[in-house]
Every structure is written in structure tokens, then in C-alpha cells.
Nanobody
Framework: QVPLVESGGGLVQSGGSLRVSCLAS????????VGWFRQAPGQQRELVAT???????RYADSVKGRFTISRDNAKKTTYLQMNNLKPEDTAVYYC??????????WGQGTQVTVSS
């Protein structure tokens, strides 16, 4: 079964907000880091935000000050709060969980579309 499931994507207007979620299956009970990536049409998949198991966070320059990554350990869910969305944020957003030095998992993605 898919170990990570994203949800919360949708269509919003420019300047609006959206929160996407990443739910981990019960088989994933520890991780080195979790993160959000995105891929727009015709572009490479890029890192958006990451959080280590020691709560060290890194954001892409393009989203600093607008996006916030957080985690609810009890719910095994990682969130990405996206504020002041721009059309260039339009992409499929993917969750990733690194569970060892060499092992990581991907979700299937959730579409975020920002209209002008």
C-alpha cells in the first residue's frame, strides 16, 4: 500500500491560502526527515520545504515567508501551510519521508492550482 497520502489540494485565487496534508501509514513509525516537493508542468521537481527529526527546517527561497511546514506526530501527519499563493505556485505537491540513510518514500501528489 502507498505509505504516504497527500490531500488538501485545490483551486484558489492569487493571494489566497491553502493547507496540504501528508498522512503516513502505520508502517512508517520513524523518519530522518519529511518534506514537500512540487513539480509544475514542464519543470523539474523541486524541494519546497523539509523538516528533520530534530525539527530543523529548510525552505526554498521562493516560498520563504509564505509557506510553513509543520508536523503532528500523534496523527502521523505533515502539513504545508501555504499563504499568499501566487500563480507560479501552481504544481503537483508531493510528500516525501526519509526513513533511513538510503530509504525514502513518496506520496502520489496533490494538485494545487492558483488562479490570477
Amino acid at each position: 500500500q502507498v505509505p504516504l497520502v497527500e490531500s488538501g489540494g485545490g483551486l484558489v485565487q492569487s493571494g489566497g491560502s491553502l493547507r496540504v496534508s501528508c498522512l503516513a501509514s502505520l508502517s512508517i513509525f520513524e523518519f530522518y526527515a519529511v518534506g514537500w516537493f512540487r513539480q509544475a508542468p514542464g519543470q523539474q521537481r523541486e524541494l519546497v520545504a523539509t523538516m528533520s527529526n530534530r525539527d530543523r527546517i529548510r525552505y526554498a527561497d521562493s516560498v520563504k515567508g509564505r509557506f510553513t511546514i509543520s508536523r503532528d506526530n500523534a496523527k502521523k501527519t505533515t502539513y504545508l501551510q501555504m499563504n499568499n499563493l501566487k500563480p507560479e505556485d501552481t504544481a503537483v505537491y508531493y510528500c516525501n519521508a526519509k526513513t533511513s540513510d538510503t530509504n525514502n518514500y513518496w506520496g502520489q501528489g496533490t494538485q494545487v492550482t492558483v488562479s490570477s
